[in-house]
Nanobody, 122 residues
């Protein structure tokens, strides 16, 4: 079993920054990738960013490119999402997820965290 715990959400003004963390525990051997997703009120969950756990290659959705940075610390078994130049439309519950699948970046996630709220005020 795998457990994921997000932290770091909060309230920030537009243009500000927040950093999210996702601590992973359990049977994580051979994990392929990890990602961040978000879900705004009344909307479907959407992909934000992902990182290959072996080579640290990354992939972002277009709306966050140049503003968000995904990274990982293998020693701490933790993934991060640095969010800069935040916009009100970034407001959502942010979830981290882990995948053992070699499918496309946005698919094949097996385990999910409970989510952390990010609110960006205008």
């Amino acid at each position: 079993q795998v457990q994921l715990v997000e932290s770091g959400g909060g309230l920030v003004q537009a243009g500000g920054s927040l950093s999210l963390s996702c601590a992973v525990s359990g049977r994580t051997f051979s994990r392929n990738k990890m990602g961040w997703f978000r879900q705004a009120p009344g909307k479907e969950r959407e992909f934000v960013a992902a990182i290959n756990w072996s080579n640290s290659n990354t992939y972002y959705t277009d709306s966050v490119k140049g503003r968000f940075t995904i990274s990982r610390d293998d020693a701490k078994n933790t993934m991060y999402l640095q969010m800069n130049s935040l916009k009100p439309e970034d407001t959502a519950v942010y979830y981290c997820a882990a995948s053992w699948s070699t499918t496309w970046w946005t698919r094949g996630y097996n385990y999910w965290g409970q989510g952390t709220q990010v609110t960006v005020s205008s």
